[in-house]
């Protein structure tokens, strides 16, 4: 649904269905050993395609951006990424 501020909205069908859509989810993985990953997961929204996994023990902002980068060459760029937030 649209909040009427013109951003758009993971539920929107408009966004969700869009072929330039992706999402994009950052999660904790705990290891046998008890230490923590961290887990960036990238899905094509349109046919739920994995595009991008990667794991790290500690992520940085920086971090989050390489990995969207390289997940999205310039030729492949999406026009929405929604992150796990915009659900809520």
Do not use: C, K
Not at 9 to 30: C, G, I, T, W, Y
Not at 55 to 77: D, L, N, Y
């Amino acid at each position: 649904m649209s909040t009427g501020r013109g951003d758009l909205h993971a539920r929107d069908p408009v966004v969700s269905s869009s072929p330039a859509a992706v999402a994009m989810d950052l999660f904790v993985a705990p290891t046998i050993g008890f230490d923590l990953l961290y887990v960036l997961v990238i899905v094509r929204l349109e046919r739920r395609n994995l595009v991008w996994i990667n794991v790290t023990p500690h992520p940085t902002a920086e971090w989050i951006a390489r990995q969207v980068t390289e997940a999205f060459p310039w030729a492949e760029a999406r026009r929405h990424l929604i992150d796990d937030d915009q659900l809520q």
